[in-house]
């Protein structure tokens, strides 16, 4: 085929569809071919015979042509949709008219410009093709908001779950041209397209992720606190309580139910006052009664101890007292006044040659107690701190002092206690049911 034919064929060498036209072209007209020695543009029929005298080209070349053909080619205007519009039609009147000879210099130059580079305003602009993004997403977004991506670009994206979902086990489906490409595409939340090739449609539904279950925590407590004042505790989460019994009552003996999810747990989560649960997995409902402490006192007349001015009581025999006396005693004296504990004193006292005191004290408590609106007085010793002041008394007589006016004095008590009012001496602590249990 002649030079310029094979030119045009260059052309097909980009695309299918420009070739498909050009073949048209061909098959409806006649080749042409320009004479080399003469520069004429000549028509050619089948055979290979020229026709005519040809047209004349005196500004159009052979290496003009190539340049217009190849530049066409470089910048891409003869594109997937074929030769551009305009040097289609120009090509197909050059061949229309060439038939009959007639001068085609203004058609072919026209041609040359309409594909001619961008830079000299001929030819199509190249068309770059573009495919949709589509994002179908329920409770979850996406971190790349593009709605279109350029053909063969790539495409990344990030899927993030909105508060209270997550994407374990959600619906994932992601399609490109029609295709299912999740497999491929999507990866613990992140979709990567290497090379988009078609409109990409991302449909996603995320899993609402199980909201926590609360217990609640009852406690039903009767003389007792506890030091937990929740009231809820979430499921499976431990729960640990310390029950403390008021002032004068004791958990010894004491009613004591623990049940969870209607279960009695008691025996297995309480022990000595602490109530601890590893695992909560239903309500937890807490009754305790703690049990009044009672104080089991005998009044007692002890040979050691005398009573001299009705507010002493005086100690007698100090070393039979360390033998005889209980663990704990108690003295108790009525219808005291508030300034009683002024000048109270527990002591065992020692005397020199020269009648110098040398009183050792006792360890002791002291509290008033109102009983039907009447004060008493106590003082409490323990046979431990009694034993520990005797030791150092007893050093004092062995130096040679003597025993002189160990006594339990209950200070600003009133002067004298009458003979129906005599200070009581109890066999252990006491509290304000052991004064209404004695006779006075």
Not at 140 to 146: K, V
Not at 208 to 222: C, D, K, R, S
Request: charged share 15%; hydrophobic share 35%; glycine share 6%.
């Amino acid at each position: 085929m002649a030079k310029e034919v094979n030119k045009i064929e260059e052309f097909n060498l980009f695309d299918t569809k420009a070739r498909e036209d050009i073949e048209k072209l061909k098959n409806e007209r006649l080749d042409l071919e320009i004479n080399p020695d003469t520069n004429n543009l000549h028509i050619i029929n089948k055979k290979g015979e020229q026709l005519g005298d040809g047209v004349i080209l005196p500004t159009v070349t052979d290496e003009q042509i190539n340049k217009a053909i190849n530049q066409a080619i470089k910048d891409g205007k003869i594109t997937g949709i074929g030769i551009n519009s305009e040097a289609k039609n120009l090509l197909q009147t050059i061949l229309q008219n060439a038939v009959y000879t007639s001068n085609q210099s203004a058609n072919i130059t026209a041609l040359i410009s309409a594909l001619g580079s961008n830079e000299s305003g001929g030819g199509d602009t190249p068309t770059v093709k573009t495919y949709t993004i589509t994002n179908t997403l329920t409770n979850c977004i996406n971190s790349n908001i593009s709605t279109s991506v350029d053909e063969n670009s790539n495409y990344v994206a990030t899927i993030t779950p909105t508060d209270g979902y997550t994407l374990t086990g959600a619906s994932v489906n992601i399609t490109m041209g029609g295709t299912d490409i999740t497999s491929t595409a999507y990866n613990n939340g992140t979709i990567n397209i290497s090379s988009v090739t078609g409109n990409v449609v991302i449909t996603i539904s995320t899993v609402q992720m199980p909201q926590p279950i609360y217990y609640t925590i009852t406690n039903n407590l009767t003389n007792c606190t506890s030091n937990n004042n929740n009231t809820s505790v979430k499921e499976s989460t431990s729960y640990t309580a310390t029950i403390s019994p008021s002032s004068g009552y004791t958990l010894t003996d004491a009613s004591i139910s623990v049940t969870m999810g209607g279960v009695d747990v008691t025996k297995t989560v309480y022990n000595n006052g602490v109530i601890n649960i590893s695992s909560v997995t239903g309500n937890v409902v807490i009754i305790i009664s703690a049990v009044k402490i009672v104080v089991n006192v005998n009044e007692i007349n002890p040979s050691y101890l005398s009573v001299t001015d009705y507010k002493t009581i005086k100690i007698t025999n100090p070393d039979t007292m360390l033998t005889e006396m209980p663990d704990t005693m108690s003295f108790i004296a009525k219808d005291v006044n508030e300034y009683w504990k002024s000048g109270t004193s527990l002591s065992l006292g020692v005397r020199d040659s020269a009648y110098t005191q040398t009183p050792t004290p006792i360890s002791y408590t002291n509290q008033t107690l109102t009983v039907n609106d009447v004060k008493y007085a106590v003082l409490t010793i323990t046979k431990a701190d009694f034993t520990t002041a005797y030791n150092t008394y007893k050093g004092y007589i062995n130096d040679g002092k003597i025993a002189y006016n160990s006594s339990i004095s209950f200070g600003n008590a009133p002067t004298k206690f009458n003979q129906s009012n005599l200070p009581k001496i109890v066999d252990n602590v006491v509290d304000a049911n052991v004064i209404s249990s004695l006779a006075w």
